[in-house]
């Protein structure tokens, strides 16, 4: 948790997307004027979001001809808003991620997968990494799929009678975590 707060992850992505021979573009914000024009110039089919706070605005969300998938890091469609995957260990809950289509409502839209994850529930940060890598699993079998056929398959309605939208975790809530056992 610290080194999201402190450390440089912006520059730990670009060196991976640089030894994967990806190409990559600094914006100010995905619903900038500088994106929506990289989006039609580039032709962009579809954008797959993982782990940013950013709300996509519908015209961002319509200009890729495939939209938009987000990879969310809780058990929709129960577990909203942000660092859910945190929450879900101090409140002692199963956690884990899902795939899900974008639309204009925060996590909303068709269910692609949600996966519970067996991770170390002492353990916040061999939990997140256990998870990052059954993400890249399951997004690249999503992503097959979306090649193969062109669409997308919703496996669940993301509609829920107790939608509790989580907020960032304060400085307090690491130390009960802490007190409860669990390694951040």
């Known amino acids: 948790m610290i080194k999201n707060y402190f450390g440089n992850s912006l520059q730990r ?18 619903n900038s004027t500088e994106a929506l024009e990289l989006l039609k110039n580039e032709k962009i089919d579809l954008i797959v979001n993982s782990r940013t706070r950013s709300i996509f605005k519908k015209q961002i969300l ?28 101090l409140e002692g809950q199963d956690f884990g991620f899902s795939i899900h289509q974008m ?59 107790s939608i509790l939208y989580r907020k960032n975790p304060s400085l307090i809530d690491g130390y009960r975590m802490q007190r409860k056992g669990v390694k951040l």
Not at 17 to 25: G, S
Not at 110 to 127: C, D, F, R, T, W
């Open 103 to 161: 639309t204009s409502k925060i996590d909303d839209g068709p269910i692609l997968h949600v996966e519970k994850i067996a991770g170390n529930k002492n353990s916040y940060m061999e939990s997140i990494w256990l998870a990052s890598q059954k993400e890249a699993q399951v997004t690249k079998i999503i992503l097959d799929q979306i090649s193969n056929d062109g669409s997308f398959k919703a496996i669940i309605n993301n509609s829920s009678s």
């Open 13 to 30: 992505r670009k060196s991976a997307y640089k030894i994967a021979n990806k190409k990559t573009w600094i914006l100010p914000d995905i």
């Open 62 to 89: 319509n200009q890729p001809s495939l939209g938009c998938i987000n990879i969310h890091h809780g058990l929709l469609p129960d577990q909203r808003g942000l660092m859910c995957d945190f929450w879900a260990h």
